[in-house]
């Protein structure tokens, strides 16, 4: 019988020992996440032979994987959702009552690692030491939506696995409507706004390693997060964007998503825009910006995300 692609589920936790990978149940795959795939990365050496133009047996080395999964932006107003507890802190980003921020640090009692499992109608893959990076995308008037891209060791083959049944969350997804958006104090009027925590993710080499991918986790060794938004054109009187721009400064950027009670909220204390290019948007005319998020009154302060 063929398998079936929508008979799929995604499960992670947390690792309680670095690189080692968790048995993972039902209550691991409590997350609404979709358009996610698993895919092994192994780079397999060539061995040229003698006598010829032949080929020796290859040899699988540098046995990697990356996952990647959507997840639409949810909040009761109450717990901190699943997505942001278990996956933020494998993104390098910690929880402060209710609010998450950057750590400049590699994984153990703030940041963490992931096992990370696709189950596939019968079949699972198994990613473990994984850490990752993500891009919030907010398109005006619609579904907030979070991308994550995992990179983690290869470190054992698909097995044939029943499928977990977890109980999913039932809370709505947030939409990006009826909110606040300013930059410099001054509203913007946008049709998409993308928040990249811009992480940077290497495998952390050792021949210790206690498995046979060569590596003990992925580790983030740096991060540059970026807003893009696209916000309608104005006076210079209203917002003298060239200036902003071309003045080494940055501002505050804020955004909400979501209806105050359960909304979230994005903030970068110094927004500093880097690039501003003229747009078109149904005749009108619009402002393609980009800013890079800089340090705050602190290390670690450039951007936060908080659950009101």
């Known amino acids: 019988m063929p398998l079936l692609r929508r008979k799929a589920v995604f499960a992670a936790a947390i690792e309680g020992t670095i690189g080692t990978a968790e048995s993972l149940d039902g209550t691991d795959g409590v997350f ?66 209710g609010t998450f921020s950057p750590k400049s640090e590699g994984p153990g009692s703030n940041v963490k690692t992931l096992t990370i499992g696709h189950y596939k109608d019968g079949k699972r893959s198994l990613l473990s030491g994984a850490m990752g990076t993500f891009k919030i995308v907010c398109p005006t008037g619609k579904v907030a939506y979070i991308e994550f891209t995992f990179t983690g060791k290869y ?17 709505s997804p947030l939409r990006f409507a009826a909110g606040a958006l300013t930059w410099n104090s001054v509203a913007l009027c946008t049709s998409n706004v993308e928040v990249d925590a811009g992480n940077s993710v290497i495998m952390r080499e050792c021949v210790n390693a206690t498995d046979r991918s060569g590596y003990v986790s992925a580790l983030v060794t740096n991060r540059a997060p970026v807003i893009t938004a696209d916000p309608e054109s104005v006076l210079v009187a209203t917002q003298d964007r060239d200036s902003l721009w071309l003045t080494p400064t940055a501002q505050a950027f804020s955004m909400q998503i979501g209806a105050s009670g359960s909304a979230i909220t994005i903030a970068a204390p110094k927004a500093q825009l880097e690039n501003k290019q003229q747009g078109n948007r149904n005749d009108m005319m619009t402002d393609d910006l980009t800013w890079l998020c800089t340090q705050g009154s602190s290390a670690d302060t450039e951007l936060t995300i908080a659950f009101d």
């Open 32 to 97: 609404n996440a979709r358009d996610f795939s698993l895919q092994p990365n192994i780079a397999m050496t060539r061995r040229e032979g003698q006598g010829g133009f032949n080929y020796l047996t290859s040899i699988p080395e540098g046995m990697t994987g990356i996952c990647t999964i959507v997840h639409d932006l949810t909040y009761n107003g109450t717990d901190i959702p699943t997505w942001a507890s278990v996956l933020l802190p494998a993104c390098g980003w910690v929880d402060a009552t």
């Open 155 to 171: 470190s054992s083959n698909e097995t044939d696995t029943a499928i977990i049944a977890p109980t999913y969350p039932t809370v």
